[in-house]
């Protein structure tokens, strides 16, 4: 039974930052690609960041520059550090875990984010 546990979010003003954590419950967390979703009130949810078991990163063009995704196989979590929060950062945001033998996906249970003033 693989579970995420996401941690980290709040309320910020914008400019300000955050760092999300989302801690696994897996065996062998180094061959799991990792990944932050996120999802607004009346949109789909979409990919922000994601990062390989080698540690190859992707980034949604709308953070690139702002948010850095990192893991830590030591702690079996992943984090996203989000710098430069503007008001369209706000959102649910998902961890998501990725079996790669057998491709079945997992969710955390998501970390409010809201950036306002």
């Known amino acids: 039974q693989v579970q995420l546990v996401e941690s980290g979010g709040g309320l910020v003003q914008p400019g300000g930052s955050l760092r999300l954590s989302c801690a696994a419950s897996i065996s062998i967390f180094s061959i799991y690609s990792m990944g932050w979703y996120r999802q607004a009130p009346g949109k789909q949810r979409e990919l922000v960041a994601d990062i390989t078991s080698g540690g190859r990163t992707n980034y949604a063009d709308s953070v690139k520059g702002r948010f850095t995704i990192s893991r830590d196989n030591g702690k079996k979590t992943v984090y996203l550090q989000m710098n430069s929060l503007k008001s369209e950062d706000t959102a649910v945001y998902y961890c998501?875990?990725?079996?790669?033998?057998?491709?079945?996906?997992?969710w955390g249970q998501g970390t409010q984010v809201t950036v306002s003033s």
């Open positions: 998501k875990v990725v079996n790669p033998i057998t491709s079945l996906a997992y």
